[in-house]
């Protein structure tokens, strides 16, 4: 199962999640000034960055509106580096975050699952409703894809909805947590853990215990790190023995060049130095559980 080579690749490369959330100021001048075309621009800015860093990290996440963005030369950026960190062998999270039910949501299911836009893993929003999963556990059960549900993110705005009280029998994540939890057994891996995971925000340590414990065989994304705050020690508590957990870092990685006087010649090396630096801070916090 997907969820079993995420795990190994973890356990090889550690928990560091590269996003590729590459905007055009996040790119050097030579490479805006050396190409042409957005795709091209996009996707080589892209490659140098996954050819830093395959080697120190089990995956990475593409979120998909910085390519919508730029139309339909955008998408083909998409659509090659997708392809590009798949042909190399790695796992590959796409950051969708779709809702919708019905006819609809199996139209997702097969644009992010299949063709020019295949994924190993998909974000989806749970908020419409759990009939909104229901069409994209096939392509877990029989094609070996994964999924990562939102259950608590990091941004501020997430307690207008996620943290409500639900008639006194706790907050609206808990409820969540635990219908992911309940769809997550008929999809386990070797390695303990569900093909059906979750997405918790790395930068609310008082909670991550507690979400941890309720969420024992459900895998996470952790998004957070960097630029939104959160350090190692406010993400350790969601793994067990190092694992169980990806961390996901992209402007604090993919811009890290910018504090440095030769970064535009060496942004790729200065990704990595990030990298590693995560991984250090990361190790150096973790629990042993």
């Known amino acids: ?167 006194g029998n706790g907050k609206v994540y808990n409820y969540i947590g635990d219908k992911i939890k309940d769809i997550s057994y008929k999809y386990m891996g070797k390695c303990g853990y569900s093909s059906i995971g979750a997405v918790v925000g790395g930068t609310h340590l008082e909670e991550s215990d507690e979400i941890r414990n309720r969420l024992g065989k459900v895998f996470f994304l952790i998004p957070g790190y960097g630029a939104q705050g959160g350090k190692g020690k406010d993400v350790v508590s969601y793994l067990k023995n190092g694992n169980g957990g990806i961390v996901n870092s992209s402007r604090g990685i993919i811009t890290s060049y910018k504090k440095y006087d030769d970064g535009v010649e060496k942004f790729d090396s200065y990704a990595r130095d990030a990298v590693l630096d995560m991984k250090e801070d990361i190790s150096s916090e973790t629990k042993t559980i």
């Open 1 to 167: 199962m997907i969820i079993d080579r995420l795990y190994e690749e973890v356990e090889k490369k550690g928990n560091v999640c590269v996003g590729l959330d590459t905007a055009l100021e996040y790119i050097p001048s030579t490479i805006l000034n050396n190409y042409h075309s957005i795709d091209d621009i996009l996707f080589y800015f892209n490659k140098r960055i996954i050819d830093a860093t395959i080697d120190i990290v089990p995956c990475y996440k593409v979120q998909i509106a910085f390519y919508e963005a730029h139309g339909l030369n955008g998408m083909l950026a998409y659509k090659k580096t997708l392809e590009y960190i798949r042909n190399k062998g790695s796992v590959v999270v796409a950051d969708i975050k779709r809702a919708d039910i019905s006819s609809t949501a199996k139209a997702y299911a097969r644009a992010h699952f299949e063709g020019d836009f295949e994924s190993d893993f998909i974000t989806l929003n749970p908020y419409m409703g759990f009939d909104s999963i229901t069409p994209y556990l096939d392509y877990v059960e029989n094609k070996n894809k994964g999924l990562f549900i939102l259950l608590r993110t990091s941004n501020d705005g997430a307690k207008d909805i996620q943290y409500l009280d639900i008639n």
